[in-house]
């Protein structure tokens, strides 16, 4: 069964990407969202494919997985529920520069990059605050490397 509008943006309220929305904003965003259901070993994105928008765990747990040149692969992260990812896609149409594997049932919320972008037109404000949580993710990243 398909989620309410308003349970979408009480969860979207809990994401990080999300959280310095105002309630309106976020209400605008969860009347976008489509939810998609993966079973464990599928792919949700393939790296090098194009990437149309966000995806954000509701359930499940899902493998961050790299490809590498000499054909080996290597596992970035694991993502969880509230992670994100393919945020890049919300403003380009860029290949894929890792694949997402579900390890087990996994539910996603998707916000196109067209719809992003029709919200971005509505009220830039949104995309203000969301680059800001965007900056903050670059940095922890690349602490780490």
Do not use: H, W
């Amino acid at each position: 069964m398909a989620a309410s509008v308003a349970d979408i943006a009480e969860f979207l309220a809990k994401v990080p990407l999300f959280k310095d929305l105002n309630n309106r904003q976020i209400n605008r965003i969860a009347k976008r969202i489509r939810e998609r259901d993966y079973e464990a070993g599928d792919a949700i994105v393939e790296q090098g494919q194009p990437g149309i928008g966000l995806y954000i765990m509701v359930r499940g747990e899902a493998r961050v997985i790299r490809k590498l040149l000499d054909g080996s692969e290597r596992e970035l992260d694991r993502l969880k529920r509230t992670d994100f990812f393919g945020e890049l896609s919300l403003l380009d149409e860029a290949p894929r520069t890792a694949s997402i594997v579900a390890e087990e049932a996994v539910k996603c919320l998707v916000l196109l990059n067209l719809d992003f972008i029709e919200e971005l037109q509505a009220e830039p404000d949104i995309a203000i605050e969301m680059l800001k949580e965007l900056a903050r993710r670059y940095r922890r990243v690349m602490t780490r490397m």
